[in-house]
C-alpha cells in the first residue's frame, strides 16, 4: 500500500509538567548531562557510569534584571527553570540544594531536535523573554568531534520594554570531582580536597574544578570546569563557608541585590557552632552581565565540561575487589588533558564545529519524511552518546545492551543485539568497523566459535556460553554492509579469514542434517536456545550465506564462493518448503513441549529478521518474495495490537493499556506451547522499528509507519522519555534499529566498492528530499517528479566529506 508524506516536520515540545522528558548533553563515549523540560539539568551520568535520576544540588542558572535608569536600582531576579513538580512528598521537603523555595521561572516548554535543544522559559512579571539553546558538537563520520565531553548552553535574552535593561545570568555548579554519594538528609558528599580556581585566559574565563585529593589513576580522578565566553564577568571562586544555609543565603542575595558576584569574604559573628564538613562540596559561580536596548536581544553562552579520565578496566567490579582497581583511559581522556583542556578546544573550534552540526540537523529536519519517523531516526541516537555506549583507549567502540539507573546492563557489545542496529554503521561508520574487528579478530577463535559477549578485548577470558545463532551469522552481513558503506577492502581482507571460519562454524554446529537449514541448539537474542529449523536464524543464516558468496567472489576465494552459493540455493528452498504455512513462517517441532521456551506454529515478529537485515545491506531476497510479502505482512495483522486492553502478559510490561505496540509472538490459530519464550507476550521498540522498515521494503508502508507512530506516540514526555527507549535498560541499544527507516522510505542502496548510490522513495511525492550517509560522505538528497511527464531528476548536496567519482541512480543498481 501506497501513501502521500506528511510534509510539514512539526517540532514536538514538552511542558515543564512533562516531567519524563530529558535531553542528553555529551558526546560519544564521555557520559552525559540530560537537560530537563523545566531548564534542569538532571541525570548528571559523567562519572563513567549510569546515574538515572542524579540531581547534583546547587547545579542552576538564574537571571537577574534592572532598568538601567532606575533610581532605585530594583532588581528582579528568577531561577531559570520552571517550578518544581509534584510530588512533594520527601520526608524533609525539598533539599536546600534544590532551590525549590527561590522565585522560578512561571512556566517552560523544552524542543529537542537533535543535537539541539530548546527551551522557552516564561514569566510575565519579567521584562524580558529567556530561551535557551543547548548542544554537544555532532558530526556524522566524525567520532572524536562528536566525542566531546561538555555542553555548550546559550540563554538569549530579549527585551521586552521600551527603557534598557541591565541583564545578568549566574551559572553556579559544586565540584563534584570524587563524587561519593549522599548522606542520610540527601547532602551530596564528595572525597576531600576540592578545589575551585578561576582562571581568566582572554577568550576563555571561568572556574576550573579539581581534587588534590586523588590520586590521578583512581576512578573518582577528574576535573571540570564552567565557563564562558563573555567579557564582564563575575564570580564567586567558592560560595561562603559555613554551615546550614549560608552558602545559598549568601549567593541569593548577592545576585538578587547587585545583578553581579562579589568574592566571598570570611563572615565572623557570634552564634551558634558553624556545621562544616570537610567532604562536601565547594560550590562556584559565575555571572555575565550585559546591557539591552530596548526591544533588542543578547546572548549570554557557557560551557560546561567535563574530564574523568579513567574507568574500571573490565565490565563489573568484583564485590571483593579491593582498592586501587585496575582502571583504562577512556579515549577522549588521550585528547584532551583536562576539563579546562576540553573548554578551550570548543572555545576555539565552536564555529566550525557548530556549522557541521547545523548542516546535520538542516538535512535531517528538512526531509520530506513524515515528522514521527525523523524523531525515531534522531531521538535514538542518545543511544550512542548515553552510558551505554564507551570507546577504549585506542578508540574501540564499545557497549553495554543498556543500563540499570546506577549500572551497565548485560556487557559485552552483545552481537545478537547489535544484529538490530543501523545507526552507528551510517553515521559512524569507523566505530561500526571496529566492532567487526573485535567480533571476527579477538573473539572468534580457530574453531569459528565467535564469543557474543566481547571480554577478550578488555583483557579478560573469553565469555564461556554456547556461541549465540543470530548474532553470528549476523556478523557477518553487517561485515558485508559495513564494507559496501566503506569501499575499503583491505578492511574486508583483514577479517575475511575468520569472517569465514565464523560461517562455516554453522554447517557443523547448527545445521546436523547437512540441508543448510539451521536445526540444531540454537542461542538468541531471546536469552534461549531455538530447536529444529525456524525463520529467525534460518533467515539469518541465508542471508550470511549470499553475503559470504558475494565477498569470497571479490576476494577470489572460489571455494568459499561455490559453497555459499550451493549451501544458499539448497537452504533457501529447503528452508520455505519445511517451514511455509501458507500466511507466514513457522517453526518446525513434532512436540513443542519436548523443549522448554519455543514457539512451534506461533506467529514470531522476528521471523524475518535475516531478510531485513539482506535489505538494507543490499542483498536482495533470501526466501521467496510473494512468500516474504505475506509473511512480513501477517506480522502485522497478527501482532501488532492498537489498544493492548486485555492482553495477558506475565512477563516484563513495556506497553499498558490503552496503548499500541508490536507483541513478540502471537498464535493466531492455537498451539502456544506451555511455556512459550520468554519476553514472547512482551512489546520491543527494537522490534517494531525492524518490523515496520521490514513492511516499507516490501510496500506495507501505510502499515510501516502506523506502527513507527505508535512508539513515538507512546514516549510522550509524560510517560516515558522521548529521548530514552527502554528494554533491558535505559538508552537499549536494540533502539536503534530506528534508523533502518531511513533506508527503507528512501530506498537507499549503496555500493562504495564500485561508487554507486541509488534512490527508490516509498512514499510517492512530487518532492522528495532526505539525509543520506555513506562512509565517504553525507548530506542530502532530492527528487522531483514531474506531475504531467512523471519525468523524475534529483540532485545530491554533500555537506561533509566528497562524492567524487560516485554515480548516483546510474539505472544499473548496487
Given at each position: 500500500?501506497?501513501?502521500?508524506?506528511?510534509?510539514?516536520?512539526?517540532?514536538?515540545?514538552?511542558?515543564?509538567?512533562?516531567?519524563?522528558?530529558?535531553?542528553?548533553?555529551?558526546?560519544?563515549?564521555?557520559?552525559?548531562?540530560?537537560?530537563?523540560?523545566?531548564?534542569?539539568?538532571?541525570?548528571?551520568?559523567?562519572?563513567?557510569?549510569?546515574?538515572?535520576?542524579?540531581?547534583?544540588?546547587?547545579?542552576?542558572?538564574?537571571?537577574?534584571?534592572?532598568?538601567?535608569?532606575?533610581?532605585?536600582?530594583?532588581?528582579?531576579?528568577?531561577?531559570?527553570?520552571?517550578?518544581?513538580?509534584?510530588?512533594?512528598?520527601?520526608?524533609?521537603?525539598?533539599?536546600?540544594?534544590?532551590?525549590?523555595?527561590?522565585?522560578?521561572?512561571?512556566?517552560?516548554?523544552?524542543?529537542?531536535?537533535?543535537?539541539?535543544?530548546?527551551?522557552?522559559?516564561?514569566?510575565?512579571?519579567?521584562?524580558?523573554?529567556?530561551?535557551?539553546?543547548?548542544?554537544?558538537?555532532?558530526?556524522?563520520?566524525?567520532?572524536?568531534?562528536?566525542?566531546?565531553?561538555?555542553?555548550?548552553?546559550?540563554?538569549?535574552?530579549?527585551?521586552?520594554?521600551?527603557?534598557?535593561?541591565?541583564?545578568?545570568?549566574?551559572?553556579?555548579?559544586?565540584?563534584?570531582?570524587?563524587?561519593?554519594?549522599?548522606?542520610?538528609?540527601?547532602?551530596?558528599?564528595?572525597?576531600?580536597?576540592?578545589?575551585?580556581?578561576?582562571?581568566?585566559?582572554?577568550?576563555?574565563?571561568?572556574?576550573?574544578?579539581?581534587?588534590?585529593?586523588?590520586?590521578?589513576?583512581?576512578?573518582?580522578?577528574?576535573?571540570?570546569?564552567?565557563?564562558?565566553?563573555?567579557?564582564?564577568?563575575?564570580?564567586?571562586?567558592?560560595?561562603?563557608?559555613?554551615?546550614?544555609?549560608?552558602?545559598?543565603?549568601?549567593?541569593?542575595?548577592?545576585?538578587?541585590?547587585?545583578?553581579?558576584?562579589?568574592?566571598?569574604?570570611?563572615?565572623?559573628?557570634?552564634?551558634?557552632?558553624?556545621?562544616?564538613?570537610?567532604?562536601?562540596?565547594?560550590?562556584?559561580?559565575?555571572?555575565?552581565?550585559?546591557?539591552?536596548?530596548?526591544?533588542?536581544?543578547?546572548?549570554?553562552?557557557?560551557?560546561?565540561?567535563?574530564?574523568?579520565?579513567?574507568?574500571?578496566?573490565?565490565?563489573?567490579?568484583?564485590?571483593?575487589?579491593?582498592?586501587?582497581?585496575?582502571?583504562?583511559?577512556?579515549?577522549?581522556?588521550?585528547?584532551?588533558?583536562?576539563?579546562?583542556?576540553?573548554?578551550?578546544?570548543?572555545?576555539?573550534?565552536?564555529?566550525?564545529?557548530?556549522?557541521?552540526?547545523?548542516?546535520?540537523?538542516?538535512?535531517?529536519?528538512?526531509?520530506?519524511?513524515?515528522?514521527?519517523?525523523?524523531?525515531?531516526?534522531?531521538?535514538?541516537?542518545?543511544?550512542?552518546?548515553?552510558?551505554?555506549?564507551?570507546?577504549?583507549?585506542?578508540?574501540?567502540?564499545?557497549?553495554?545492551?543498556?543500563?540499570?539507573?546506577?549500572?551497565?546492563?548485560?556487557?559485552?557489545?552483545?552481537?545478537?543485539?547489535?544484529?538490530?542496529?543501523?545507526?552507528?554503521?551510517?553515521?559512524?561508520?569507523?566505530?561500526?568497523?571496529?566492532?567487526?574487528?573485535?567480533?571476527?579478530?579477538?573473539?572468534?577463535?580457530?574453531?569459528?566459535?565467535?564469543?557474543?559477549?566481547?571480554?577478550?578485548?578488555?583483557?579478560?577470558?573469553?565469555?564461556?556460553?554456547?556461541?549465540?545463532?543470530?548474532?553470528?551469522?549476523?556478523?557477518?552481513?553487517?561485515?558485508?554492509?559495513?564494507?559496501?558503506?566503506?569501499?575499503?577492502?583491505?578492511?574486508?581482507?583483514?577479517?575475511?579469514?575468520?569472517?569465514?571460519?565464523?560461517?562455516?562454524?554453522?554447517?557443523?554446529?547448527?545445521?546436523?542434517?547437512?540441508?543448510?537449514?539451521?536445526?540444531?541448539?540454537?542461542?538468541?537474542?531471546?536469552?534461549?536456545?531455538?530447536?529444529?529449523?525456524?525463520?529467525?536464524?534460518?533467515?539469518?543464516?541465508?542471508?550470511?550465506?549470499?553475503?559470504?558468496?558475494?565477498?569470497?567472489?571479490?576476494?577470489?576465494?572460489?571455494?568459499?564462493?561455490?559453497?555459499?552459493?550451493?549451501?544458499?540455493?539448497?537452504?533457501?528452498?529447503?528452508?520455505?518448503?519445511?517451514?511455509?504455512?501458507?500466511?507466514?513462517?513457522?517453526?518446525?517441532?513434532?512436540?513443542?513441549?519436548?523443549?522448554?521456551?519455543?514457539?512451534?506454529?506461533?506467529?514470531?515478529?522476528?521471523?524475518?529478521?535475516?531478510?531485513?537485515?539482506?535489505?538494507?545491506?543490499?542483498?536482495?531476497?533470501?526466501?521467496?518474495?510473494?512468500?516474504?510479502?505475506?509473511?512480513?505482512?501477517?506480522?502485522?495483522?497478527?501482532?501488532?495490537?492498537?489498544?493492548?486492553?486485555?492482553?495477558?502478559?506475565?512477563?516484563?510490561?513495556?506497553?499498558?493499556?490503552?496503548?499500541?505496540?508490536?507483541?513478540?509472538?502471537?498464535?493466531?490459530?492455537?498451539?502456544?506451547?506451555?511455556?512459550?519464550?520468554?519476553?514472547?507476550?512482551?512489546?520491543?521498540?527494537?522490534?517494531?522499528?525492524?518490523?515496520?522498515?521490514?513492511?516499507?521494503?516490501?510496500?506495507?508502508?501505510?502499515?510501516?509507519?502506523?506502527?513507527?507512530?505508535?512508539?513515538?506516540?507512546?514516549?510522550?514526555?509524560?510517560?516515558?522519555?522521548?529521548?530514552?527507549?527502554?528494554?533491558?535498560?535505559?538508552?537499549?541499544?536494540?533502539?536503534?534499529?530506528?534508523?533502518?527507516?531511513?533506508p527503507a522510505l528512501s530506498g537507499f542502496r549503496f555500493d562504495m566498492t564500485r561508487k554507486r548510490m541509488s534512490f527508490a522513495p516509498a512514499i510517492p511525492q512530487a518532492e522528495f528530499s532526505c539525509f543520506f550517509s555513506t562512509g565517504a560522505a553525507w548530506g542530502i538528497y532530492r527528487e522531483r517528479v514531474d506531475a504531467k511527464t512523471r519525468t523524475r531528476t534529483w540532485d545530491v548536496e554533500p555537506l561533509y566529506g566528497n562524492l567524487d567519482g560516485v554515480t548516483i541512480n546510474d539505472g544499473k543498481g548496487t
Open positions: 500500500m501506497r501513501r502521500k508524506a506528511e510534509t510539514k516536520v512539526r517540532t514536538r515540545y514538552f511542558p515543564h509538567t512533562a516531567t519524563q522528558a530529558a535531553f542528553l548533553l555529551g558526546g560519544i563515549g564521555t557520559g552525559n548531562i540530560s537537560l530537563g523540560s523545566r531548564g534542569d539539568l538532571l541525570d548528571w551520568e559523567i562519572f563513567n557510569k549510569p546515574a538515572k535520576g542524579l540531581k547534583i544540588p546547587y547545579s542552576f542558572f538564574a537571571v537577574c534584571s534592572r532598568n538601567r535608569d532606575s533610581r532605585d536600582g530594583s532588581h528582579i531576579a528568577r531561577i531559570l527553570e520552571a517550578p518544581m513538580q509534584p510530588p512533594y512528598a520527601n520526608s524533609h521537603g525539598f533539599n536546600t540544594g534544590m532551590v525549590a523555595g527561590l522565585p522560578h521561572m512561571m512556566s517552560s516548554e523544552l524542543a529537542g531536535e537533535y543535537p539541539f535543544a530548546r527551551v522557552v522559559f516564561r514569566d510575565p512579571d519579567l521584562p524580558m523573554d529567556v530561551a535557551l539553546e543547548a548542544f554537544t558538537p555532532f558530526v556524522p563520520l566524525n567520532a572524536d568531534e562528536s566525542g566531546i565531553p561538555g555542553a555548550i548552553l546559550r540563554y538569549s535574552v530579549r527585551n521586552r520594554s521600551g527603557k534598557p535593561l541591565v541583564v545578568s545570568i549566574a551559572g553556579s555548579l559544586p565540584n563534584v570531582v570524587g563524587f561519593k554519594g549522599f548522606d542520610s538528609f540527601n547532602n551530596l558528599l564528595v572525597h576531600p580536597g576540592g578545589k575551585n580556581l578561576y582562571r581568566d585566559e582572554g577568550a576563555l574565563r571561568g572556574l576550573f574544578y579539581s581534587n588534590s585529593g586523588l590520586p590521578p589513576d583512581s576512578l573518582p580522578y577528574g576535573t571540570m570546569a564552567l565557563v564562558s565566553t563573555g567579557s564582564s564577568l563575575t564570580c564567586k571562586e567558592s560560595w561562603l563557608a559555613g554551615g546550614w544555609f549560608d552558602g545559598i543565603q549568601d549567593f541569593w542575595d548577592d545576585f538578587s541585590t547587585h545583578g553581579s558576584l562579589s568574592h566571598t569574604a570570611a563572615f565572623h559573628a557570634p552564634g551558634s557552632r558553624i556545621r562544616y564538613q570537610e567532604d562536601r562540596p565547594i560550590v562556584g559561580s559565575l555571572c555575565l552581565t550585559q546591557e539591552i536596548g530596548p526591544r533588542t536581544s543578547a546572548v549570554f553562552e557557557f560551557l560546561i565540561t567535563w574530564h574523568f579520565p579513567n574507568r574500571l578496566r573490565g565490565w563489573h567490579r568484583d564485590a571483593n575487589q579491593q582498592e586501587p582497581v585496575p582502571v583504562m583511559k577512556n579515549h577522549y581522556a588521550l585528547r584532551f588533558a583536562d576539563a579546562w583542556a576540553v573548554a578551550s578546544y570548543l572555545v576555539t573550534n565552536l564555529a566550525r564545529l557548530e556549522e557541521l552540526s547545523r548542516r546535520f540537523h538542516r538535512a535531517l529536519y528538512t526531509s520530506t519524511l513524515p515528522p514521527y519517523v525523523i524523531d525515531a531516526l534522531a531521538s535514538n541516537i542518545t543511544v550512542l552518546r548515553s552510558p551505554t555506549c564507551f570507546r577504549l583507549e585506542d578508540g574501540t567502540f564499545v557497549s553495554w545492551e543498556g543500563c540499570h539507573d546506577t549500572d551497565g546492563c548485560c556487557d559485552g557489545s552483545c552481537t545478537h543485539v547489535w544484529n538490530y542496529t543501523q545507526s552507528l554503521a551510517f553515521l559512524f561508520p569507523e566505530l561500526e568497523r571496529s566492532m567487526r574487528r573485535v567480533e571476527f579478530n579477538v573473539e572468534t577463535d580457530d574453531e569459528g566459535r565467535m564469543a557474543f559477549r566481547a571480554r577478550r578485548i578488555l583483557g579478560l577470558s573469553k565469555w564461556d556460553m554456547l556461541p549465540a545463532a543470530d548474532g553470528q551469522l549476523g556478523a557477518v552481513v553487517r561485515l558485508y554492509r559495513d564494507w559496501k558503506l566503506c569501499g575499503d577492502d583491505d578492511f574486508l581482507r583483514s577479517l575475511w579469514k575468520n569472517a569465514a571460519r565464523a560461517l562455516d562454524f554453522a554447517f557443523d554446529f547448527w545445521d546436523s542434517d547437512g540441508d543448510c537449514v539451521l536445526d540444531s541448539e540454537q542461542h538468541n537474542t531471546y536469552d534461549i536456545e531455538f530447536y529444529g529449523p525456524n525463520s529467525l536464524t534460518g533467515s539469518i543464516f541465508l542471508a550470511a550465506l549470499k553475503a559470504g558468496a558475494a565477498m569470497a567472489a571479490h576476494l577470489g576465494d572460489e571455494a568459499h564462493r561455490a559453497r555459499y552459493e550451493d549451501a544458499f540455493q539448497r537452504g533457501s528452498a529447503r528452508l520455505d518448503s519445511l517451514l511455509w504455512s501458507g500466511e507466514y513462517y513457522v517453526q518446525l517441532l513434532q512436540d513443542v513441549n519436548a523443549y522448554r521456551y519455543q514457539y512451534g506454529t506461533g506467529c514470531l515478529s522476528d521471523q524475518l529478521l535475516g531478510q531485513l537485515l539482506a535489505h538494507v545491506a543490499g542483498l536482495g531476497y533470501v526466501l521467496p518474495e510473494e512468500h516474504v510479502r505475506k509473511a512480513i505482512k501477517s506480522v502485522y495483522k497478527r501482532n501488532f495490537l492498537k489498544d493492548l486492553r486485555g492482553h495477558v502478559n506475565a512477563q516484563r510490561t513495556y506497553v499498558l493499556d490503552g496503548e499500541a505496540g508490536l507483541l513478540l509472538c502471537t498464535w493466531p490459530h492455537g498451539g502456544r506451547p506451555r511455556l512459550p519464550f520468554v519476553y514472547c507476550d512482551e512489546v520491543w521498540t527494537g522490534i517494531e522499528y525492524q518490523v515496520a522498515a521490514h513492511l516499507i521494503y516490501e510496500g506495507h508502508t501505510d502499515e510501516g509507519l502506523e506502527m513507527v507512530k505508535a512508539v513515538r506516540d507512546r514516549h510522550d514526555g509524560f510517560k516515558r522519555n522521548p529521548w530514552n527507549e527502554v528494554e533491558c535498560g535505559h538508552h537499549y541499544v536494540r533502539s536503534l534499529a530506528s534508523w533502518s527507516l531511513l
